[in-house]
């Protein structure tokens, strides 16, 4: 059994000498990938913010059992990553009303790119359509990220939300970079088709 196996072990079984252990090892790697999250949405941020989503994290970690869900232990330092921006993702819906950036993945109508609909958002005031919109748009995309296999939803996760580049993915998931571009471009064209499926042609 590995040194991280044992502490997530530990800490399920409700050891706080094997919490206090965890989040001082981990606690600088959240830390980060909020603030990251944060500042690449261009979200107006205080520490007390990033203080708030952490203890929310930590909150699902400690009290709600959500280290159960971690399947490889040595990778857990990207299943981190990935719940602490999406952690992070889920307070800027909550806070941000007229100026809400929602980030998912949309077509570029002119390089035909899938890209982050936070880079398509502009930041000025929008109108109540255009946010009910970007809402009911990031619930149809989570479903179809959510509908692609595990690794393809690590992936995309890692390079759409923590900003990962192919090979440092590649690295963390002990695969090809040649691998890793093929399950994005799959991805892309999936979320792409799935999207127009639903009527989401000119975005």
């Not at 990251?36 to 699902?60: H, K, P, W």
């Not at 819906?93 to 100026?99: A, D, L, N």
Request: with cysteine.
């Amino acid at each position: 059994m590995s040194d991280i196996d044992n502490l997530v072990k530990r800490c399920l079984a409700k050891d706080k000498e094997a919490w206090n252990e965890f989040v001082r090892r981990f606690r600088n790697l959240i830390y980060q990938a909020i603030r990251t999250r944060f500042s690449r949405t261009n979200f107006s941020y205080a520490m007390q913010d990033i203080e708030d989503v952490m203890q929310e994290i930590f909150l699902d970690l400690w009290e709600r059992d959500k280290l159960m869900q971690v399947r490889d232990t040595e990778k857990i330092q990207a299943w981190l990553a990935i719940i602490s921006q999406n952690k992070a993702i889920d307070y800027m819906r909550q806070r941000i009303y007229k100026t809400s950036r929602v980030s998912s993945f949309v077509e570029d109508s002119d390089s035909g790119e899938v890209k982050d609909l936070l880079e398509t958002i502009p930041s000025e005031e929008i109108s109540a359509r255009e946010e009910l919109l970007s809402s009911e748009l990031r619930g149809i995309l989570d479903a179809i990220i959510e509908s692609l296999p595990a690794k393809a939803r690590l992936v995309i996760s890692l390079h759409y939300l923590h900003g990962k580049a192919h090979r440092e993915i590649a690295e963390i998931m002990h695969v090809s970079t040649n691998t890793v571009s093929t399950i994005i471009r799959r991805a892309k064209i999936k979320i792409k088709n799935e999207l127009i499926k639903r009527g989401y042609k000119d975005i």
